[in-house]
């Protein structure tokens, strides 16, 4: 989990039971099978690095969110990041350091450190100035309103267009890379800026940047700006086919809303069952689109984990996991219609879906969710041996929600994490 969720979430024991609920012990899990954890921040605890060839998980996805993570994800991506398409494929070797995907993004708890300077108007110009009233656009309530001090205490803008074009050379360096974490949060609000009191309580173990024990503002990033920063990297990733890993939190339509606007005119064609059998009358093998992977082939990837195709560039991403995803059932519906032209995953994680006190929803969704949409993810922000239980309990909790047999589990959201990372 981010920093930022640390303080709001129950974290598992520290050692998982060998026994369910009933007293009888526990299937020994299966991880010759490869586990792979679809999100994680363990660039968060940079000691905790190490310890990555030495965990059961495959594969972790490790996020970067912000202006301090980002070349450290692309470094130990350098070190211990998959090299070609059968690192994912082959037995885990138990020396292999090739244990990683990196993923570069702008989170929505920072997108107010950057600012759109292709608009029009845009709101900052580099002064002293132009710094206050960017914040008072684009953080609510205006910090002018209630105590200028604030915005001072904040970083300067960054320009939107110059983190694209760095993320964009990232994304070049890392042919596997995925963009993430972006996304939208309706809830989140900044921490107050340091003080001295604060800054005697700072964990040095920690990559800066985070809330890291500080009380929380009054302010929040208004949704407009939150949906410009989070559209122009969904449109970097569908130009380079790069699958994306976005976070919602209390703004499940909205992020829909903003996703859709995309693919508006890319739509698949869904033939009717009536248009079906006329055509099936003068047609042999046919197949209507509703079960095609996509009208163009250049989007058609190979369920097998061979590296992503080469993708013809288009305005969204091709594949999308929401994760920890949090919304009711009835939610997920609009991402499973057979005209969506992007594939969408769900991940879900221990500490935010069952952490939080909204296990019995999560089941519902998990419930109503494809067999092959569904992924798992640990949102812990060190690696190790703990990042390992939670990949396991929350394998374990899936496949008990879903009826499947353990080991069946296990492989079905093996196979998903291969099609959501290669296509």
């Not at 122009?232 to 939190?249: I, K, N, P, T, Y």
């Not at 519902?364 to 992924?375: G, K, M, N, S």
């Given at each position: ?118 608009s029009p108007k845009p709101t900052y110009d580099g002064t002293s100035s132009g710094k206050i009233s ?290």
């Amino acid at each position: 989990m981010c920093q930022q969720h640390s303080g709001n979430a129950e974290s598992p024991s520290s050692e998982l039971s060998s026994k369910n609920d009933s007293g009888t012990p526990l299937e020994p899990f299966p991880w010759d099978v490869g586990v792979f954890d679809a999100h994680c921040h363990p660039t968060d605890t940079m000691a905790s690095i190490e310890s990555i060839p030495n965990m059961k998980a495959r594969v972790l996805t490790v996020m970067s969110t912000r202006s301090q993570d980002q070349e450290l994800v692309s470094d130990i991506a350098s070190r211990h990041g998959l090299q070609e398409d059968k690192d994912i494929t082959i037995p885990s070797d138990p020396l292999s350091e090739n244990r990683l995907i990196p993923c570069f993004g702008w989170h929505p708890w920072f997108s107010y450190q950057l600012y759109d300077d292709l608009s029009p108007k845009p709101t900052y110009d580099g002064t002293s100035s132009g710094k206050i009233s960017h914040y008072d656009e684009v953080l609510a309530p205006s910090p002018s309103s209630k105590d200028v001090s604030f915005s001072e205490g904040l970083p300067d803008p960054r320009p939107l267009s110059e983190f694209l074009r760095e993320t964009r050379s990232l994304l070049e360096k890392h042919p596997l890379a995925l963009v993430g974490e972006v996304g939208l949060d309706k809830a989140f609000r900044l921490p107050q800026n340091w003080t001295s009191t604060y800054e005697t309580q700072r964990d040095d173990g920690l990559t800066p940047g985070g809330r890291e024990g500080r009380q929380l503002s009054l302010h929040r990033v208004r949704m407009p700006h939150q949906a410009t920063v989070l559209q122009a990297q969904l449109r970097l990733a569908g130009e380079m086919g790069r699958a994306v890993s976005v976070h919602g939190v209390q703004a499940h339509g909205i992020v829909y809303d903003t996703i859709s606007q995309l693919w508006k005119g890319h739509e698949k064609k869904v033939t009717s069952r009536k248009e079906q059998k006329q055509i099936a009358k003068g047609a042999e093998n046919f197949s209507s689109s509703s079960e095609d992977e996509s009208e163009d082939e250049s989007y058609v990837g190979s369920s097998t984990g061979k590296k992503p195709k080469k993708l013809s560039p288009k305005p969204y991403p091709p594949r999308i996991c929401l994760h920890s995803f949090s919304g009711q059932a009835e939610s997920v519906k609009p991402y499973l219609h057979p005209s969506l032209p992007a594939k969408i995953f769900f991940s879900f994680s221990i500490v935010i879906n069952w952490g939080t006190g909204g296990g019995d929803k999560t089941e519902e969704v998990i419930r109503a969710l494809p067999d092959d949409r569904i992924l798992a993810e640990s949102d812990l922000h060190t690696a190790g041996e703990q990042m390992d239980q939670y990949l396991e309990e929350v394998h374990r909790k899936i496949c008990e929600i879903k009826g499947w047999e353990l080991r069946n589990g296990v492989e079905q959201l093996s196979r998903n994490y291969r099609e959501f990372i290669f296509g």
